[in-house]
């Protein structure tokens, strides 16, 4: 079973500072990592996808991919009330289907 | 760029009808999408992958005579929700991908969803 680990969460964190979420997945062949956020009744956008080790930032948003510990994470700076949301890590396994975890709920306390 | 809308985004109907949802992709053209069903509070469920041109492949567990999905074009697919009962009340969210060249062409970009609650 290919699986895809989140914190569910709550995190709460204040604003302004940064927030840390992080992701696990089971299968060391995967070469596909994406971030989606997804706000309360709306369906997810994306962040940022991710191939290679280490880091890539756009604009506030780090996300960091470490193959050999089989994580990534999202690195949100200057947290604002706005990014409030649930963000969902999703994972490619091989050529196969994208597959989602449960997500982590942020919370950015003004 | 990399649109997706989806219509109906709310549709309320009577136990035993048949839904009929739109997904689009309005700046690319997909070659694949795919259709979510999401449940309050959880994770999103891919339900069916379907390819233009070609019959969907659907996740273990779902029923392809209850979900119809038709992939006609490069920028249209429909899921149709046959004989609907309370329990498909769910967020029905299409995806699409495809587009350009190489790793992107895994990125997928979501649609806004459709709520379909059936009394």
């Known amino acids: 079973q290919k699986e895809v680990e989140q914190n569910s969460g709550p995190l709460s964190v204040p604003e302004g500072a940064i927030a840390s979420l992080n992701c696990t997945y089971s299968?060391?062949?995967?070469?596909?990592f994406f971030w989606y956020r997804q706000y309360s009744g709306k369906s997810p956008e994306l962040i940022m996808f991710?191939?290679?080790?280490g880091d890539k930032e756009d604009g506030r948003f780090t996300a960091q991919l470490n193959k050999a510990s089989q994580y990534v994470s999202l690195l949100i700076r200057d947290s604002q009330p706005s990014d409030s949301a649930t963000y969902l890590c999703?994972?490619?396994?091989?050529?196969?289907?994208?597959?989602f975890g449960t997500g982590t709920r942020l919370t950015i306390i003004p | 760029g990399a649109v997706v809308s989806q219509h109906p985004s709310w549709v309320i109907c009577k136990s035993g009808t048949s839904v009929k949802i739109e997904c689009r992709s309005l700046?690319?053209?997909?070659?694949?999408m795919f259709w979510y069903r999401q449940f309050p509070k959880q994770s999103l469920m891919l339900m069916a992958t379907?390819?233009?041109?070609?019959?969907?492949?659907?996740e273990q567990g779902v029923e392809k005579d209850k979900f119809l999905i038709n992939h006609a074009s490069l920028t249209l697919s429909t899921l149709t929700v046959t004989s609907a009962h309370p329990e498909d009340s769910s967020f029905y969210i299409c995806?699409?991908?495809?587009f350009g060249s190489g790793k992107y062409q895994e990125t997928q970009y979501f649609g806004p969803g459709t709520r379909l609650l059936v009394l």
């Open positions: 995806s699409a991908g495809g």
């Open positions: 299968d060391r062949g995967s070469q596909s």
């Open positions: 991710i191939y290679s080790n």
């Open positions: 999703a994972v490619i396994f091989g050529n196969e289907k994208l597959t």
């Open positions: 700046d690319f053209q997909a070659t694949t």
């Open positions: 379907s390819n233009e041109g070609s019959k969907a492949t659907y």
